[in-house]
């Protein structure tokens, strides 16, 4: 039976981080759904539909990554109840320091308790990348730095034609 697992987040931009994240990710199950989070809860620079084709652009242009294994969707509801419509029981999420780990924690202990199938897989990625989170990129851009070593050239391209 072919593994499916869910990479919520909100990719606002994709970064190499959480592209070593889908690559590990990729040695484990046969699928990587990435799902991106359209929720009220947080002021997106990139709305739901440029996110998706800027991951798209990034793994699968960029990247070159397989795109028989990797499905990106945007979605609105619960990642356990995703998790159902996809027939997945695994959660990934990916860890870059300490500081992250207890609200990691914290949330895979809520999703456990929402559905008790489900499991969360804590990824971390390569060192090189730990450092890097889609807001200090989006910091750096938007006061002219360089963003190369943090994310792809198409993402740059879409993060420079936002703040031009």
Do not use: W
């Given at each position: 039976?072919?593994?499916?697992?869910?990479?919520?987040?909100?990719?606002?931009?994709?970064?190499?981080?959480?592209?070593?994240?889908?690559?590990?990710?990729?040695?484990?199950?046969?699928?990587?759904?990435?799902?991106?989070?359209?929720?009220?809860?947080?002021?997106?620079?990139?709305?739901?539909?440029?996110?998706?084709?800027?991951?798209?652009?990034?793994?699968?242009?960029?990247?070159?990554?397989?795109?028989?294994?990797?499905?990106?969707?945007?979605?609105?509801?619960?990642?356990?109840?995703?998790?159902?419509?996809?027939?997945?029981?695994?959660?990934?999420?990916?860890?870059?320091?300490?500081?992250?780990?207890?609200?990691?924690?914290?949330?895979?202990?809520?999703?456990?308790?929402?559905?008790?199938?489900?499991?969360?897989?804590?990824?971390?990625?390569?060192?090189?990348?730990?450092?890097?989170?889609?807001?200090?990129?989006?910091?750096?851009?938007?006061?002219?730095?360089?963003?190369?070593?943090?994310?792809?050239?198409?993402?740059?391209?879409?993060?420079?034609?936002?703040?031009d």
């Amino acid at each position: 039976m072919k593994k499916n697992a869910i990479y919520p987040g909100t990719f606002d931009p994709i970064t190499y981080g959480h592209i070593d994240v889908i690559k590990k990710a990729l040695n484990i199950v046969d699928t990587v759904i990435v799902a991106i989070s359209d929720g009220d809860n947080k002021d997106y620079l990139f709305n739901s539909d440029e996110r998706i084709e800027i991951v798209k652009k990034a793994l699968f242009l960029d990247i070159k990554l397989n795109k028989n294994r990797i499905k990106i969707i945007s979605f609105k509801s619960l990642t356990t109840d995703l998790c159902k419509k996809h027939k997945s029981n695994i959660i990934l999420r990916g860890l870059r320091a300490v500081s992250d780990f207890e609200y990691e924690f914290q949330l895979a202990g809520m999703n456990r308790k929402l559905n008790d199938n489900v499991e969360t897989i804590f990824l971390m990625s390569n060192v090189e990348n730990q450092i890097i989170s889609s807001k200090f990129v989006k910091e750096i851009i938007s006061l002219g730095g360089d963003i190369k070593k943090f994310t792809t050239k198409s993402t740059i391209k879409s993060l420079k034609q936002k703040y031009d």
